[in-house]
């Protein structure tokens, strides 16, 4: 089972793709960022500029990712993925309208990936004033991020009904590094439970039986 996490710059995909991810132990697919990324992408993203191609970049990550959770993934398994083809086509509202068209052409390289839910999560005021004013990462212009936040939050929403096996998630006062926080996603977006490790207090090891 393929679970795609998306939303807008900053929302919290990434954190809650590996949180996920280690809960069900069965492994976590991200986008990465800085230091993963060519490091010409974060400057195009930044000034607009060369929208075909940082569209067919990401497609093309996140299409390496489907193909290698597709070789781990089944029935009694929860695989987490950053990113599906709805990501591609909401970050469309960003470029001008004489790019709709080509960026149109890019979102098919996404046809074949179907995962089997999509968590589009969304985001009144705590991602703007927790997770994006407050990081300040040296690479990004704040208030040009809130602005990129603000579009593509709302382009998100509008396409999420669009697509099939996909909930929208309000992440707001939800913390995803705690327990709380992670199983009101679970129970929101109609996950199956997963396996809890054990722990207890004891004097003696006993080995775990196969």
Known sequence: MRIAIVGGPGVGK???????????????????????????????????????GVTAYFGRLYDANYRSAA???????VILLEG??????AHIVEYPPEYHAELHHVLAIG??????????????????????RLRRRPHENVEHMVHRF??????FRRLAPLYPSTVLIDRDSREFYDRAGLESVIADAGLPPFREIPYEDSTRFEPMRK
């Open 14 to 52: 990434s954190t809650l793709v590996r949180q996920l991810g280690d809960l069900y132990q069965h492994g976590s697919y991200g986008e990465g960022e800085k230091g993963v990324w060519d490091t010409r992408v974060l400057a195009d993203i930044e000034a607009g500029r060369n929208p075909v």
């Open 71 to 77: 070789a781990h993934d089944n029935t009694d398994r």
């Open 84 to 89: 599906a083809r709805i990501t591609l086509e």
């Open 111 to 132: 046809d074949r990936w179907q995962p089997d839910r999509v968590i589009v999560l969304t985001s009144g005021t705590d991602t703007i004033e927790k997770h994006i």
């Open 150 to 155: 603000r579009l593509i939050d709302a382009e």
